[in-house]
């Protein structure tokens, strides 16, 4: 289902939300979701199942956006210097979905590289790869290597 849909839902949230990394970063959640409730959706349904998802993600992200520009307009300016920023690991200029997917699937669903590659559509070795290079990246983020 990743295959045959992703295309078509990333277009979709980039038309949404008019940035790529925010809608790549929509699309991986809503084939996230779509593994949630994998035994509770009618597959006749998607992909506007996934669509639905992207729209409803993307109109919480526009929400909060707006409500931090309020927040940030009416606060006074904080004379103290922020706290070192570092990217969360599953932030969209860390990995890309396929990746955040794979890393989802494995560690906190716990699924094998068969179970992974079945319900993505790749091939064990593709997963293994993914895993593999997803797990360089974090620990180059982590450890402080990334080079910026």
Same mark, same amino acid.
């Given at each position: 289902?990743?295959? @045959? ?5 990333? !277009? ?26 994998? +035994?509770?959706?009618?597959?006749? !349904? ?9 729209? +409803? @993600? ?10 931090? !520009? ?15 920023? @570092?990217?969360?690991?599953? +932030? ?7 990746? @955040? ?33 997803? !797990? ?13």
């Amino acid at each position: 289902m990743y295959r @045959r849909y992703r295309d078509a839902v990333l !277009r979709f949230a980039i038309r949404c939300i008019g940035r790529r990394d925010i809608a790549e970063e929509l699309t991986a959640e809503a084939f996230l979701e779509l593994h949630r409730h994998w +035994n509770e959706i009618d597959q006749e !349904r998607l992909p506007s199942w996934l669509f639905t998802v992207v729209k +409803n @993600r993307a109109t919480d992200h526009l929400r909060r956006l707006d409500l931090e !520009r309020r927040y940030v307009t009416t606060e006074p300016a904080h004379t103290t210097k922020p706290m070192e920023s @570092r990217p969360s690991l599953f +932030n969209h200029t860390v990995l890309k979905p396929v990746h @955040r997917i794979c890393l989802t699937l494995r560690y906190v669903h716990e699924m094998s590289l068969t179970e992974i590659a079945e319900r993505l559509g790749l091939t064990e070795v593709q997963v293994k790869g993914h895993l593999q290079y997803a !797990r360089g990246l974090l620990r180059k983020e982590l450890s402080g290597e990334t080079g910026r």
